[in-house]
């Protein structure tokens, strides 16, 4: 008996370990599959070049300019440069557009890497060569989230200062809004006046000036803003002096200059998704070795690293995936610009070289033959007079390569993801089993250990063909062993257990049926096109109220749900009229709702104080708006566990940090959803005291019931919000509790204002009997996201990019979120104070 009970359980925590792990793989593996590091160490450097045009660079990198605004009126300085000395046109940036992806872009010449997702925001995830590496002096200037990207761990060349991270504050009434980028210009000019005699002659030289100025003022004051205007006129200004004061020490026209833009902006001040605005970014360049153009010439932003690189003579970065605008340089020297244009293609070849190497293929692509064919024709051909027709040759050459490296590091694409897709159906399998199944009274166990003995032998022969390969890259093997291990995992199950699924027919069999695969289609629908979630809404409402005649209330507040998402989403500059009439709601439900005078005085002080904060008549960054977050639980736990009362309680608990946090019409959303989940069906007992998660049949009508709290969960993600507003970024959402750029914090914060109505589905769920309905959830969610493995793709614009990796990671973290705020929401729906007292009293008389 007890040997079997421990087996029992010792399974169960065999299954959860392995669920977690397969959800964790597949949530990784889909990231690394379609955006696989770019990043590959030890590549060779191509050679220095002789004669460049300029000894020196200066970067200039406005911070969060966008386009548009520079366009619209452009400052005085930086439009005679455009007009009669310069080339200019737009940099297109990608996803995210924020400011570490822009500016290692600019410098190193790679777009993000995919292992960022999971690191933080001022950390660089691993090591990659930049343009600063390739200088002989580096001198840096700027934030402390950027320049300790490029300064941490150099090799003694690069040479970086920042000024303290206490000044990143959003709130441009705390001084002057300029002081950012007036810390860099005067360190910069302080360098020149007392430093810069040392390097004079020196060639191979690179200033960075990162100006935050134009970025922490669009978050304030935003874009379009007189303040925004100012600071972009006001860095025009020191560029000029910059300039002037450069050209005079140096005295050699020996200087080029560049001036561009990490990433854009939107109107309501925030970055991070793929609009026009947020991707187009001005490129202005001038000085020793630039052509003056007179039309506009666009760019991709990797493609700045190798104009740099070839401006000052240097090796390009060995992961740079840019191509040298050529047409920015002077064309009275095409042979250096025939020899630059060769450089970047070698530069483009040994990547490619070293991708189709980590696909374990020994074969020559015929790119790669070509490619070869080509650049040993034009190592031969150097002294060539045609050098026009050579120019043409190169950049189509270079064309191909680009081409070549997206074919190798796209080359097992489908053969991983149809790796994973066996694993998570074996997966989905098993689970269903787990769910649904019971032990045979009969298990063969002769098949059983054929089984075992065939996967085993499989898993020796993967590993065994792979050492003798030669292959240094264990991805291929990885994907394999863990398809065969899943398939091997639903192949044990199928001899083990048996299906038992009560299919009794009954009245609402049949509507049962259709609303859980109508529900599935609406969620899937629902998260491409926000608005489908209404549909799937209104279907609720019709089945709850055939099936539950009982309940009150649930189809007015249901139809009120299936509104919020047909409205616009939520922007992030605040409607504070919205905001303080939901207030004035809530403190009328409190006034009728709330018995107990005390009770009632607590939470009206507490709607009050919001109030004052919101209003900012009080500085809520100090202390009170964290006081009001902190003493949360403790308001809700002087509810009584009676599930109704206490949901009441969590409702005017969480309600003052979710408005405190919000901008618009979310805490109406708020209410309505509180108001709908206390009144769905109810059960006598938390479900969590049932115990008996594996030994129940599943019904139609549970599956029924997990697909409506699964459609409530994704109401509750979109209700408010799309893909863009949740993917952008913007400070004036955490306004209330800090202005300080603290990345942390803020990300903390925003995750709080997303959780808070997932925790009211979290709470409502102790309204169900049966807590084997969780794992029903999360099979319907395992099955729903299994078609988004196949929508997250390299191809296409980043903003499609983006939303595909967001449904897909939404579809597989959802289920497995909710059923963690299941566990999570249980003390808040069952604690009590006074019973803990007394518990303590009882503790202590039994030990005397």
């Given at each position: 008996m007890y040997d079997k009970k421990f087996s029992v359980l010792n399974s169960s925590y065999r299954f959860t370990i392995w669920g977690l792990m397969v959800h964790l793989i597949l949530l990784w593996g889909v990231l690394d599959i379609n955006f696989h590091s770019p990043i590959i160490q030890n590549l060779p450097n191509v050679p220095v070049l002789e004669d460049a045009p300029a000894k020196r660079v200066v970067l200039f990198v406005a911070d969060g300019l966008r386009f548009r605004t520079f366009n619209e009126a452009p400052p005085k300085f930086l439009r005679h440069v455009m007009t009669n000395i310069g080339s200019w046109g737009i940099s297109h940036t990608r996803m995210p557009t924020e400011s570490r992806p822009g500016i290692v872009a600019i410098c190193a010449g790679l777009y993000e890497d995919p292992s960022a997702i999971f690191k933080g925001w001022k950390e660089y995830p691993v090591d990659f060569d930049s343009i600063f590496n390739q200088s002989h002096f580096t001198w840096a200037w700027g934030s402390p989230d950027i320049i300790p990207i490029f300064t941490k761990g150099a090799r003694g060349n690069i040479h970086g200062e920042s000024y303290?991270?206490?000044?990143?504050?959003?709130?441009?009434m705390q001084g002057q809004i300029w002081r950012l980028d007036s810390w860099v210009f005067d360190k910069y000019l302080s360098w020149l006046r007392e430093e810069a005699y040392e390097v004079k002659n020196t060639?191979?030289?690179?200033?960075?000036?990162?100006?935050?100025?134009c970025d922490t003022t669009g978050h304030a004051a935003k874009p379009y803003s007189r303040e925004y205007t100012d600071n972009m006129?006001?860095?025009?200004?020191?560029?000029e002096e910059v300039v002037q004061m450069t050209e005079n020490f140096f005295g050699d026209n020996a200087t080029a200059y560049i001036f561009t833009a990490d990433h854009g902006m939107t109107d309501w001040g925030s970055h991070g998704s793929g609009s026009t605005d947020e991707t187009e970014t001005p490129l202005i360049v001038w000085g020793a070795g630039i052509n003056a153009l007179d039309s506009r010439q666009d760019v991709e932003q990797v493609d700045i690293t190798p104009l740099i690189s070839t401006l000052i003579g240097a090796s390009v970065p060995i992961n740079s995936e840019g191509v040298l605008p050529w047409q920015y340089l002077n064309k009275t020297d095409l042979k250096y610009i025939n020899y630059a244009l060769l450089n970047n293609l070698k530069q483009l070849i040994h990547q490619v070289k070293a991708n189709r190497e980590m696909n374990c293929e020994d074969f020559i692509d015929w790119r790669e033959r070509e490619l070869d064919n080509i650049i040993s024709e034009l190592d031969k051909d150097i002294e060539v007079k045609d050098l026009h027709g050579r120019l043409e040759e190169?950049?189509?050459a270079i064309q191909l390569a680009k081409k070549s490296l997206s074919y190798f590091r796209q080359y097992q694409r489908l053969r991983f993801l149809t790796y994973l897709s066996i694993m998570w159906i074996g997966w989905i399998v098993l689970l269903f089993f787990k769910i649904a199944g019971i032990e045979r009274p009969i298990v063969n166990r002769v098949i059983l250990l054929i089984a075992d003995i065939l996967f085993v032998c499989i898993l020796i022969t993967i590993f065994i063909s792979h050492k003798v390969s030669g292959c240094s890259y264990w991805r291929l093997p990885y994907y394999t062993s863990l398809a065969v291990t899943s398939l091997w995992l639903a192949v044990r199950s199928t001899i083990i257990y048996s299906i038992k699924l009560k299919m009794h027919s009954n009245k609402y069999f049949w509507i049962e049926v259709a609303g859980t695969t109508f529900l599935l289609l609406t969620m899937f629908l629902g998260l491409m096109y926000r608005s489908v979630l209404s549909i799937g809404m209104l279907c609720t409402a019709f089945i709850q109220k055939l099936m539950f005649k009982e309940s009150r209330n649930f189809l007015w507040t249901a139809l009120f749900l299936a509104i919020f998402p047909l409205l616009p989403v939520v922007e992030p500059y605040p409607r504070v009229y919205i905001v303080l009439f939901s207030m004035c709601v809530v403190g009328?439900?409190?006034t009728l709702q709330i018995e107990t005078k005390y009770r009632k005085a607590m939470e009206i002080f507490r709607l009050v104080v919001t109030a004052f904060v919101y209003l900012e008549l009080i500085d809520g960054r100090n202390w009170t708006s964290w006081m009001i977050l902190l003493t949360t639980p403790l308001c809700i736990c002087t509810y009584s566990t009676q599930l109704r009362e206490r949901m009441k309680g969590v409702l005017f608990g969480l309600f003052c940090p979710?408005?405190?946090l919000s901008s618009s019409y979310e805490p109406f959303f708020f209410i309505i959803l509180a108001l709908h989940l206390s009144s769905l069906p109810q059960s006598d007992t938390f479900s969590i005291q049932n115990n008996k998660m594996y030994a129940h049949h599943l019904t139609m009508r549970e599956l029924l019931e997990a697909a409506?709290?699964?459609?409530?969960?994704?109401?509750?993600?979109?209700?408010?919000g799309n893909m863009a507003s949740i993917s952008s970024f913007d400070p004036s959402w955490t306004r209330h509790f800090v202005t300080v750029f603290s990345p942390f914090t803020m990300f903390l914060l925003i995750l709080l204002k997303i959780s808070i109505p997932l925790m009211l589905i979290g709470c409502a769920s102790h309204f169900?009997?049966?807590?084997?309905?969780f794992l029903s959830i999360l099979l319907l969610g395992d099955c729903l996201s299994l078609p988004f493995i196949y929508y997250v793709a390299p191809e296409g614009s980043w903003l499609d990019i983006g939303s595909a990796i967001s449904r897909f990671t939404i579809a597989i973290s959802l289920p497995c979120f909710l059923l963690l705020l299941y566990y999570l929401s249980y003390p808040l729906m069952t604690f009590i104070p006074k019973k803990l007292k007394l518990y303590v009293e009882l503790e202590k008389k039994h030990v005397v």
């Open positions: 303290p991270h206490e000044w990143q504050n959003f709130d441009i060639e191979r030289v690179i200033f960075f000036l990162h100006l935050l100025g006129n006001y860095v025009d200004r020191k560029i190169t950049v189509n009328i439900m409190i979710f408005a405190l409506t709290f699964m459609l409530y969960t994704l109401l509750s993600f979109f209700g408010t169900l009997k049966p807590q084997s309905i």
